[in-house]
């Protein structure tokens, strides 16, 4: 891997804060493309700016909805398999649990390869599963899972403070965005 977890984690932080502080009206604009149904195909077009390493201004709001719709439905793609698996084992209990959670997973590694292509090459760079393998097998197999289950739990932790506080708690919430664009950016960049 490229950069380590630690570093990669305060990386990530330090540009989340960077892109934040001091920029109060864009700050006030990513909150609003977050939180407001629709309009945050928006703001996930200009988090996806992270994966291009432009900041996450609030401009070109046209193409930031496009990729957002994009990114949006690549998510969607990549998921059908899980969700049907999870309508499968939903019967089994805890035993169906544990298999939608892994497949899930094994989903989710290469979705975030996935994204990061589509910001790169495109649309149809999303599905090139090929070299999202290639650049997994590149950082390292166990230290990607490692990275991404991390990944997981800090976004988990921050999103729910987020989430948790009301009212006060969603002007975090493009902390947390800008975060974990950063977060995964640094790991294919």
């Known amino acids: 891997?490229?950069?380590?977890?630690?570093?990669?984690?305060?990386?990530?932080?330090?540009?989340?804060?960077?892109?934040?502080?001091?920029?109060?009206?864009?700050?006030?604009?990513?909150?609003?493309?977050?939180?407001?149904?629709?309009?945050?195909?928006?703001?996930n077009g200009i988090y996806l700016k992270i994966y291009r390493g432009e900041e996450?201004?609030?401009?070109?709001?046209?193409?930031?909805?496009?990729?957002g719709i994009l990114l949006t439905v690549i998510g969607i793609i990549y998921m059908i398999i899980p969700w049907i698996v999870d309508v499968l084992v939903s019967n089994l209990g805890v035993v169906g649990d544990i298999i939608a959670l892994i497949v899930t997973f094994i989903f989710l590694l290469?979705?975030?390869?996935?994204?990061?292509?589509?910001?790169?090459?495109?649309?149809?760079?999303?599905?090139?599963?090929?070299?999202?393998i290639a650049k997994i097998k590149k950082l390292g197999w166990g230290q990607y899972i490692l990275a991404v289950l991390v990944f997981i739990i800090v976004v988990a932790v921050l999103g729910s403070l987020a989430v948790l506080i009301p009212v006060i708690g969603w002007i975090f919430l493009p902390f947390v965005c800008i975060f974990s664009m950063k977060f995964v950016a640094n790991l294919f960049a």
Do not use: C, R
Not at 9 to 36: H, M, R, Y
Not at 56 to 67: L, T
């Open 110 to 132: 290469l979705l975030l390869p996935a994204e990061y292509a589509f910001a790169q090459k495109g649309f149809g760079a999303a599905f090139a599963f090929g070299d999202h």
């Open 56 to 67: 996450p201004v609030v401009k070109d709001i046209v193409k930031a909805f496009i990729d």
């Open 1 to 43: 891997m490229s950069i380590g977890i630690g570093e990669n984690l305060g990386k990530s932080f330090g540009f989340a804060k960077d892109s934040l502080v001091g920029k109060w009206l864009n700050w006030l604009l990513l909150i609003i493309v977050t939180i407001i149904p629709i309009v945050n195909f928006i703001g």
